[in-house]
């Protein structure tokens, strides 16, 4: 090879761009190897250790604030933006892995390479937030999935458990490939993969619209990240999945991965397709009603709490498409905090359901719940929290949140759309009311008795907690990070 | 301390109610008594309020309060903005008043998860007092929906037997209308900014002087109007308030009408009016022709209960009725005369819920007809009855029979004199449905055996009642303490509105398409 080439090419490449995911696959792959000389059965150290490694992750991937490091020819870049979506990232899987061991311990697969596993996911979660190329994004979002995929289906000996790993495995390998053609076909009009450079390509580009090639690229890319964030008419995986899935990794799913998701997604859409904007919008808009509407009617109607907090994340992933739809620096960021808050919200609340599930009972139904609030008063008042955070009731995080995108979506002039999204809250209150009512005022049912209390999952509530009333009363200075990091 | 006096009074509810989580939960008595000494304590610190002059000269805001709270350059700023007028303090006078009397009235009434009755009342009341003292939209619109929860729980825990019911459709009825108002809110700050206006906020005081052309105005008026006309609660928005109101423990009813039901009231004389001036107009013919439907409609479904406590819980969609009308006079007597029916409806129906809370701890039941001939078990409590229901009527000498006089007078002047009119028969229904109640409750032989043994009010219980009698004949008797206070303001109020009006508005189809550029 010419020799000229390599130094270029070397030259080019910039470790510090890629060193948070560098620095977490390296953790997840030692781990490995320390779950396997580790005894059966033992692995509190493991979940402890990769705890640490996602807190020397952040520390490194901080090391990008405000100080862009791109790298690989382009290819991947650590700025504000990506910093910030593996923030979310990071804190949604040290959740995670806070609320998992005794709960792996209770259901009995106490399998070190879980931990690992969700290191990878993150890692791949990060790549694809700091990816500035299509190739680099979908190798994230490969990276993401297939962990994702056996954490799905990780409780083998349970039906259901298989189901959620079989059912994500097979859709989500088709939207994969979705997404891989549109990034093709793209590849075949524009004649690069860097988001950049459809970018320019699109602006000179005078017909980019009749291109039938291009629009079918863009709309098959779109639809692989639409598949991801889990907007309607592309979401039909995610109740199942949701449901079967160990509690702690539903919680993930929810959260980490759908961040950076919607980081890849809002990179491509609002860098690469700027010129697209108006026809993007007018699709985005559709969906975006879609996906609330579909989430909260069906919600509406679920007994069991994890298929509920499933429809309700549908329609989440729609009120953060409303921020996508407004286009404009409110929307973006307040996506962005939005998905913060959620990881704190949502998280939180499955992190108290994993304590009040039994073994082999996991899948809660709203009426077990009945007197919770009685028996367990200091977790009901919690959960308690959390939901009103997830309706959107001030003061906590989840009304910032949602006033953030829709402030954004009033500005940009879509005031239909606020109104459509405030409406469909409207609608989420009833279910998530029903819950409560099922703890609070329901006669205290025998139902209730079972609550596995443990520090780590007590310790992840806590966070939680904290993130949504800090978050909530004195909002200003995340907001102030989201902005810095937003474009 | 007078700098802050409007922030340590909203939060030192709050305050206790950190404390209370820290009272073990079965010691009731310490529970209850704490709570009392908080609340008593928070009407202390708003006592100098009531006593200030500067309201009799001023109609302005004062006790004000400023700090940057959210400032996030570019996208919007959010203050910390507080100040009371004259129509607030009395509001918040109230509130502050009548929470010692509803702690009071739970002496007997509750004794399951006091602590939790009791860190809810206090939570509300910061709610309460945050929602009459905030000049900030956004900082309103907290405190509005803070108050939804506590009442919430207090309804669905403590409440009857279709609690759950009342309590879900109270809280997504509120939360509805007040979502569409978050959308409006928005919308006219951004309308704001772009239309250069020198706002620093959600500040109202800015927002009033803002030139929204009208077509802006007409479903900006509609999305802050929809959200208080369910809270007031208007015909034939009404629905949640019956259910409500009966399954509420006596405490949460007490509350609901005395303040609650008023943050409607008070909306739309704080900020849809004001903000709106130009579109009310258009709608002052509806909703006063709501207004009287109401009056009606609730004064003839009134008569027509079993129950008592439902029968006080649609006499009050009857009153508030009276308050609307007075409020969309837009003249002095009318709006003077509907902010102090708000005050009387306040203290007659809060006394009115106490008294069928009596009578329920005491037979358990609140059916009109297993009742009769109480008047000579309990003569104390008859005497306490009557002076209410008089005031409930409007009977010259209390306070009811001031603010429906003035609340009609006003109305009569302005353009809606037919409305008046027919509103006024209203009066007359309403002395029809409360005396025909207390005739089949108090008078006549004792013919129901349970009632044979029916002991008089406690020392507690006429502790709690006295206050509420004498603000009936003060208010009745010498308004002029409360009117001196508050009628600059009001003034003030309704010069505001008239210059901010765009001459004569024609009534036209909004095409508000091409004015909002909307998407």
């Known amino acids: 090879m010419d020799a000229n080439l390599v130094q270029e090419a070397m030259q080019n490449v910039n470790f510090q761009a890629i060193m948070p995911s560098l620095v977490l696959s390296v953790f997840g792959m030692v781990l490995l190897l320390v779950s396997v000389f580790s005894p059966r059965g033992k692995t509190t150290h493991v979940a402890w250790l990769s705890f640490i490694a996602l807190i020397v992750t952040g520390f490194v991937s901080l090391n990008g604030w405000n100080n862009p490091q791109a790298g690989f020819a382009g290819s991947v870049v650590l700025d504000n933006f990506a910093t910030f979506f593996s923030m979310t990232c990071l804190i949604a899987a040290g959740l995670t892995i806070l609320m998992s061991d005794s709960y792996l311990q209770r259901e009995g697969y106490p399998v070190g390479e879980y931990y690992p596993l969700i290191l990878f996911t993150t890692a791949g979660a990060m790549w694809m937030a700091s990816g500035t190329d299509l190739m680099t994004i979908f190798l994230g979002l490969e990276v993401l999935s297939v962990s994702l995929y056996v954490l799905a289906g990780f409780f083998r000996g349970q039906t259901r458990s298989n189901?959620?790993?079989?059912?994500?495995?097979?859709?989500?390998?088709?939207?994969?490939?979705?997404?891989?053609?549109?990034?093709?076909?793209?590849?075949?009009?524009?004649?690069?993969?860097?988001?950049?450079?459809?970018?320019?390509?699109?602006?000179?580009?005078?017909?980019?619209?009749?291109?039938?090639?291009?629009?079918?690229?863009?709309?098959?890319?779109?639809?692989?990240?639409?598949?991801?964030?889990?907007?309607?008419?592309?979401?039909?995986?995610?109740?199942?999945?949701?449901?079967?899935?160990?509690?702690?990794?539903?919680?993930?799913?929810?959260?980490?991965?759908?961040?950076?998701?919607?980081?890849?997604?809002?990179?491509?859409?609002i860098i690469g397709l700027e010129s697209l904007q108006a026809d993007i919008t007018a699709v985005f808009w559709v969906l975006a009603v879609l996906t609330m509407t579909v989430g909260n009617f069906i919600a509406l109607s679920q007994k069991d709490v994890k298929r509920m907090l499933a429809y309700s994340s549908i329609s989440h992933a729609g009120y953060a498409l409303v921020g996508l739809v407004a286009w404009n620096e409110i929307g973006v960021t307040g996506i962005m905090f939005y998905m913060l808050v959620y990881t704190f919200m949502n998280m939180g609340a499955f992190a108290v359901l994993v304590l009040v599930g039994k073994k082999g009972e996991e899948n809660l139904t709203i009426d077990g719940l009945a007197g919770m609030g009685y028996k367990r008063p200091v977790l009901g008042i919690v959960l308690c929290i959390f939901l009103f955070s997830l309706m959107g009731m001030p003061p906590t995080a989840g009304f910032a949140g949602k006033f953030y995108i829709f402030a954004g979506?009033?500005?940009?002039?879509?005031?239909?759309?606020?109104?459509?999204?405030?409406?469909?809250?409207?609608?989420?209150?009833?279910?998530?009311?029903?819950?409560?009512?099922?703890?609070?005022?329901?006669?205290?049912?025998?139902?209730?008795?079972?609550?596995?209390?443990?520090?780590?999952?007590?310790?992840?509530?806590?966070?939680?907690?904290?993130?949504?009333?800090?978050?909530?009363?004195?909002?200003?200075?995340?907001?102030?990070?989201?902005?810095?990091?937003?474009? | 301390m007078a700098d802050h006096l409007l922030s340590i009074m909203t939060f030192f509810p709050l305050l206790g109610m950190l404390f209370i989580l820290f009272i073990p939960r079965?010691?009731?008595?310490?529970?209850?008594?704490?709570?009392?000494?908080?609340?008593?304590?928070?009407?202390?610190?708003?006592?100098?309020?009531?006593?200030?002059?500067?309201?009799?000269?001023?109609?302005?805001?004062?006790?004000?309060?400023?700090?940057?709270?959210?400032?996030?350059?570019?996208?919007?700023?959010?203050?910390?903005?507080?100040?009371?007028?004259?129509?607030?303090?009395?509001?918040?006078?109230?509130?502050?008043?009548?929470?010692?009397?509803?702690?009071?009235?739970?002496?007997?009434?509750v004794d399951k998860n006091t602590k939790g009755f009791m860190a809810l009342l206090l939570l509300l009341e910061t709610g309460m007092l945050g929602a009459f003292v905030s000049l900030d939209l956004f900082l309103f619109y907290i405190f509005w929906e803070l108050m939804l929860i506590p009442m919430y729980f207090l309804i669905g825990i403590w409440?009857?037997?279709?609690?759950?019911?009342?309590?879900?459709?109270?809280?997504?009825?509120?939360?509805?209308?007040?979502?569409?108002?978050?959308?409006?809110?928005?919308?006219?700050?951004?309308?704001?900014?772009?239309?250069?206006?020198?706002?620093?906020?959600?500040?109202?005081?800015?927002?009033?002087?803002?030139?929204?052309?009208?077509?802006?105005?007409?479903?900006?008026?509609?999305?802050?109007?929809?959200?208080?006309?369910?809270?007031?609660?208007?015909?034939?928005?009404?629905?949640?308030?019956?259910?409500?109101?009966?399954?509420?423990?006596?405490?949460?009813?007490?509350?609901?009408?005395?303040?609650?039901?008023?943050?409607?009231?008070?909306?739309?004389?704080?900020?849809?009016?004001?903000?709106?001036?130009?579109?009310?107009?258009?709608?002052?013919?509806?909703?006063?022709?709501?207004?009287?439907?109401?009056?009606?409609?609730?004064?003839l479904v009134a008569m027509m209960q079993e129950d008592v406590k439902k029968l006080v819980a649609y006499s009050s969609v009857a009153h508030l009725g009276f308050v609307m009308l007075g409020i969309f006079a837009m003249n002095l007597q009318g709006m003077a005369g509907g902010i102090i029916q708000m005050i009387n409806h306040g203290v007659s129906t809060g006394a009115l819920f106490?008294?069928?809370?009596?009578?329920?701890?005491?037979?358990?039941?609140?059916?009109?007809?297993?009742?009769?001939?109480?008047?000579?078990?309990?003569?104390?409590?008859?005497?306490?009855?009557?002076?209410?229901?008089?005031?409930?009527?409007?009977?010259?000498?209390?306070?009811?029979?001031?603010?429906?006089?003035?609340?009609?007078?006003?109305?009569?002047?302005?353009?809606?004199?037919?409305?008046?009119?027919?509103?006024?028969?209203?009066?007359?229904?309403?002395?029809?449905?409360?005396?025909?109640?207390?005739?089949?409750?108090?008078?006549?032989?004792?013919?129901?055996?349970?009632?044979?043994?029916?002991?008089?009010?406690?020392?507690?219980?006429?502790?709690?009642?006295?206050?509420?009698?004498?603000?009936?004949?003060?208010?009745?008797?010498?308004p002029n303490t409360f009117f001196e206070k508050m009628n600059p303001a009001v003034e003030q109020l309704l010069n505001q509105m008239n210059n901010n009006k765009v001459a004569v508005v024609e009534i036209q189809q909004p095409v508000v398409a091409n004015l909002l550029e909307t998407k």
């Open chain 1, 163 to 269: 189901e959620a790993g079989l059912k994500y495995f097979f859709l989500g390998a088709f939207s994969t490939g979705f997404l891989l053609y549109g990034v093709a076909l793209i590849y075949g009009v524009t004649g690069t993969t860097k988001i950049d450079g459809i970018a320019q390509f699109v602006q000179a580009m005078p017909d980019s619209t009749s291109n039938v090639m291009f629009i079918a690229g863009g709309m098959l890319l779109l639809t692989g990240f639409l598949f991801k964030v889990a907007a309607a008419p592309f979401h039909m995986w995610t109740p199942d999945v949701y449901q079967g899935a160990p509690t702690p990794i539903t919680a993930f799913m929810s959260a980490g991965p759908k961040a950076a998701a919607f980081a890849a997604f809002i990179r491509v859409t």
């Open chain 2, 26 to 109: 079965d010691n009731d008595g310490l529970l209850k008594g704490f709570t009392l000494v908080v609340t008593l304590i928070t009407f202390v610190i708003s006592l100098p309020l009531a006593f200030n002059d500067v309201f009799t000269t001023s109609g302005g805001m004062h006790y004000k309060e400023f700090s940057e709270w959210i400032n996030i350059d570019g996208f919007f700023q959010m203050n910390y903005n507080l100040g009371i007028d004259g129509i607030s303090l009395w509001l918040v006078m109230l509130t502050t008043f009548i929470m010692p009397i509803a702690v009071l009235s739970t002496w007997k009434a």
């Open chain 2, 354 to 478: 106490l008294i069928v809370g009596f009578i329920y701890e005491r037979r358990h039941t609140r059916m009109i007809s297993e009742f009769g001939g109480l008047a000579h078990k309990m003569p104390i409590f008859a005497t306490i009855f009557l002076i209410i229901t008089f005031s409930s009527i409007g009977l010259p000498g209390t306070n009811g029979f001031v603010g429906e006089f003035l609340a009609l007078v006003g109305a009569f002047e302005s353009g809606l004199r037919w409305y008046a009119v027919v509103a006024t028969t209203g009066v007359i229904f309403a002395a029809v449905y409360m005396l025909w109640m207390y005739q089949r409750v108090m008078m006549g032989k004792i013919t129901n055996p349970a009632n044979e043994n029916l002991s008089d009010l406690s020392v507690r219980e006429i502790v709690v009642m006295m206050p509420l009698v004498l603000f009936v004949f003060w208010i009745g008797i010498a």
């Open chain 1, 409 to 487: 979506a009033v500005k940009a002039g879509y005031i239909w759309l606020a109104v459509i999204g405030v409406l469909n809250s409207a609608v989420s209150l009833y279910y998530y009311l029903r819950v409560m009512v099922s703890m609070y005022f329901k006669d205290e049912g025998e139902d209730f008795a079972w609550v596995s209390m443990n520090t780590a999952t007590a310790i992840s509530i806590v966070i939680a907690l904290a993130g949504v009333l800090v978050m909530g009363v004195i909002p200003g200075p995340f907001m102030e990070m989201a902005k810095l990091a937003g474009f």
């Open chain 2, 159 to 299: 409440g009857g037997k279709n609690r759950i019911y009342a309590a879900v459709k109270f809280f997504i009825y509120t939360a509805v209308g007040s979502l569409l108002m978050l959308v409006a809110i928005i919308f006219v700050y951004y309308y704001a900014l772009q239309s250069g206006a020198p706002i620093n906020g959600f500040g109202i005081q800015e927002f009033y002087m803002l030139d929204l052309p009208y077509n802006a105005q007409y479903w900006l008026f509609l999305a802050f109007g929809f959200s208080f006309a369910i809270k007031v609660p208007m015909f034939p928005l009404h629905t949640w308030l019956p259910d409500a109101h009966t399954e509420a423990p006596t405490a949460g009813s007490v509350i609901l009408a005395a303040v609650l039901l008023k943050m409607g009231t008070y909306g739309y004389v704080r900020f849809a009016m004001p903000l709106f001036p130009d579109a009310v107009q258009t709608f002052i013919p509806l909703l006063a022709t709501l207004s009287v439907v109401g009056i009606i409609y609730g004064s």
